[in-house]
């Protein structure tokens, strides 16, 4: 594995890291605040 694969991965994890914590927090604003949705968009 090259040191370009292995930085690939590392920001692959941090990505979908990023959209769980997102997807988590935006279930949480929606039950905070009912009625208004807010689609994330994805990259």
Do not use: A, C
């Amino acid at each position: 594995m090259s040191n370009m694969e292995k930085n690939l991965s590392d920001i692959k994890e941090k990505m979908s890291i990023i959209r769980e914590k997102t997807s988590i927090i935006g279930q949480k604003m929606s039950i905070i605040v009912p009625g208004v949705q807010h689609p994330l968009p994805f990259v």
